[in-house]
């Protein structure tokens, strides 16, 4: 990867630098691309690049949270892959091209793909535990997202004894259950997976997570995280983009009915357009709620709507893409986030490792990659191509005209 320095360096360049008073100057699509892939190359990088080299053991600090109650390292290091995949896999299922972008993205697809291999070959020093904890069911449900989101770039890449090996550690989860809440998207979506591929699989893990799901939707774009609603940004970090690739898989298997898949679409976006609405005029967003160490995680709905590109209606491409940035700037520009070795460390928006919960641990801090999802889109998507316009905040506090919102009602 050493030869794609220069590129790295002349993205950063290619970013206008902060002016006074936390404002950043108008910079097109094509510039915007540029920081997004930077800062996503600078999140995930240590993971799957240690991963890839046999060294994610030997070299990811074990930072957790105040009273944590999990067995470390059984758990840690099969969190910082499935949450880095999950995030990474829209935009390595990209084509190749020859632009500098394409030779990065290329150069470190094939990184991933041995970094898949080593995590599940039990003679390497990074096999990752799948067979043990409850905590390896959230985990492996996120690497099962990343093959359906990238299935031709990185499921289908892997050898089939890979292959192979990810199925039996899939399957080795049906011993363990977990939380009776959003985890049960987990299990429904590596049994979908399972079934997706033409594999054996449990039917009702399957079905039981969606609808479940769905007796506790409250309504308005909004569902219920168990029995008892929490105030978080679970809906984004799970829920619906769980809920959506999972019914879209079974859609496409003709296990699912198109207008359960709408329906779910369309709450995405409803909820989308709260995310959309959060974002306050000079980037900044609620922290509140569980797990605000995950940081830019709170924004995979959003992603992840733009990426299918069904975005509310009010809601255009370039003006999620511009407040979006404005996130990334104050998140990823500095290194408040980081260590001097580029691990993630535990916080919001700096080292507080005060607000990390009691299952938080370095390798939990990988969701971050998942606010990324629309580098997915191409980049001549109008996403990026189109000229820069305020979001919503922006227009409502400068006296723009701005949408009115409105409730939905499935």
């Given at each position: 990867m050493k030869k794609y320095t220069l590129y790295l360096m002349l993205l950063v360049l290619a970013v206008p630098a902060w002016a006074q008073k936390g404002k950043i100057k108008e910079t097109t699509g094509a510039q915007d691309r540029a920081f997004w892939v930077k800062s996503l190359y600078k999140i995930s990088y240590p993971v799957i690049h240690n991963l890839a080299n046999g060294t994610l053991k030997a070299n990811?600090?074990?930072?957790?949270?105040?009273?944590?109650?999990?067995?470390?390292k059984a758990v840690t290091y099969t969190e910082a892959?499935?949450?880095?995949?999950a995030g990474i896999a829209p935009w390595l299922e990209l084509p190749d091209d020859d632009s500098e972008e394409g030779k990065l993205r290329k150069a470190f697809r094939t990184e991933t793909l041995t970094a898949l291999k080593n995590a599940v070959d039990p003679q390497n020093p990074d096999y990752l535990n799948f067979r043990t904890e409850a905590q390896p069911i959230?985990?492996?449900?996120?690497?099962?997202?990343?093959f359906l989101r990238a299935p031709k770039m990185l499921w289908q890449q892997l050898d089939p004894t890979?292959?192979?090996?990810?199925?039996?550690?899939?399957?080795?989860?049906?011993?363990?259950?977990?939380?009776?809440?959003?985890?049960?998207?987990?299990?429904?979506?590596?049994?979908?997976?399972?079934?997706?591929?033409?594999?054996?699989?449990?039917?009702?893990?399957?079905?039981?997570?969606?609808?479940?799901?769905?007796?506790?939707?409250?309504g308005d774009g909004w569902y219920s995280d168990g029995s008892s609603f929490s105030m978080d940004y679970y809906n984004s970090f799970v829920i619906h983009p769980m809920m959506v690739d999972l019914l879209k898989s079974m859609v496409e298997k003709k296990r699912a009915s198109a207008n359960d898949y709408n329906r779910a679409v369309d709450r995405m976006a409803r909820y989308a357009s709260f995310l959309e609405r959060s974002i306050a005029p000079d980037g900044t967003f609620p922290a509140f709620g569980r797990s605000i160490t995950y940081r830019t995680a709170a924004f995979q709905a959003l992603a992840q709507t733009a990426l299918m590109e069904k975005l509310p209606e009010g809601v255009n491409p370039s003006q999620v893409r511009c407040a979006l940035t404005k996130v990334f700037h104050l998140m990823y520009e500095g290194n408040q986030n980081f260590d001097k070795d580029g691990w993630l460390v535990l916080g919001f928006n700096g080292h507080q490792p005060e607000v990390a919960d009691v299952y938080t641990s370095t390798g939990s801090l990988y969701m971050a990659s998942l606010g990324f999802l629309a580098l997915g889109l191409p980049a001549d998507n109008k996403f990026w191509a189109d000229p820069p316009a305020p979001w919503t905040s922006q227009k409502a506090w400068s006296g723009q005209t701005l949408p009115r919102d409105h409730r939905i009602e499935n």
């Open positions: 990811m600090p074990l930072e957790k949270g105040n009273n944590y109650n999990l067995n470390l892959l499935g949450r880095t995949l959230v985990d492996a449900a996120y690497v099962a997202q990343a890979t292959q192979k090996r990810y199925i039996e550690e899939f399957k080795s989860l049906r011993t363990r259950t977990g939380a009776y809440n959003n985890w049960l998207l987990f299990a429904a979506i590596t049994e979908g997976f399972l079934w997706n591929i033409g594999e054996q699989y449990d039917p009702a893990r399957l079905r039981f997570g969606i609808n479940k799901l769905n007796e506790w939707y409250e």
